[in-house]
């Protein structure tokens, strides 16, 4: 199996997450060593107990990394990889860098000039007015503004990004195919022609209070 499916792989097992993965690949060698390796070696890894490593074993052979790849690209989106180019350098210096990222869109180099605007779902008419306009601005002088696609002060952001003809990238709190609010499908639409919509989650991850905080590392 090439590395960048076994990233994939990894990524769809439930209960892994990125900080586990890379202190498995510090222990193993390779992302595809982690789906050959036993139990005794995984739970080798720092942090990695039987439960962690038995939910490994079961869950790694089930998973076809190509039927995903297929069904990510009927809905016109892509997979990348921490060892794919097109993978955002400003990402791998985190703790817990991605370990795929579903792209609706293009990523460019110019994106690391970005700006995030995030606020209340439920904000004022005069915040949603400073952040269109901070985001048409910024999109005017050349800044990529990075945002959530969430109702309010997000959607605002996108907006003004748009109006100004800037690019824009929304990160999702759940997977492509679960977009969240339904009522964005179209800002959406509009964001991945002019920017990228983005998610770390495995396709039919609906979003809930834990994905929300968590993909505000990606933002910022």
């Not at 921490?82 to 869109?105: F, M, N, Q, R, V």
């Not at 306009?133 to 990529?144: D, E, K, M, P």
Request: charged fraction near 25%.
């Amino acid at each position: 199996m090439q590395e960048r499916l076994a990233y994939i792989v990894l990524n769809m097992i439930e209960g892994l997450g990125p900080v586990s993965v890379r202190r498995l690949i510090d222990t193993l060698g390779t992302p595809k060593a982690i789906l050959e390796a036993d139990r005794e070696a995984l739970m080798e890894a720092r942090g990695v107990g039987e439960k962690l490593a038995l939910k490994i074993i079961t869950q790694r052979d089930s998973i076809d990394p190509e039927a995903e790849i297929d069904q990510a690209a009927e809905l016109g989106a892509r997979i990348i990889t921490p060892i794919d180019e097109e993978y955002p350098e400003s990402l791998k210096a985190i703790h817990d860098p991605p370990l795929a990222l579903y792209i609706k869109g293009h990523l460019f180099p110019a994106d690391g000039k970005a700006l995030g605007i995030v606020g209340s779902r439920s904000t004022s008419q005069y915040g949603l007015k400073a952040a269109d306009r901070f985001a048409f601005q910024l999109g005017q002088t050349g800044f990529t503004v990075v945002s959530g696609l969430a109702r309010g002060t997000d959607t605002a952001a996108h907006w003004g990004a748009l109006k100004s003809k800037g690019r824009t990238i929304a990160v999702l709190g759940g997977a492509i195919d679960c977009l969240y609010p339904p009522e964005n499908a179209e800002l959406a639409e509009k964001i991945s022609k002019q920017g990228a919509v983005i998610s770390e989650y495995p396709l039919g991850r609906q979003a809930d209070r834990m994905t929300f905080p968590y993909r505000n590392r990606i933002i910022s």
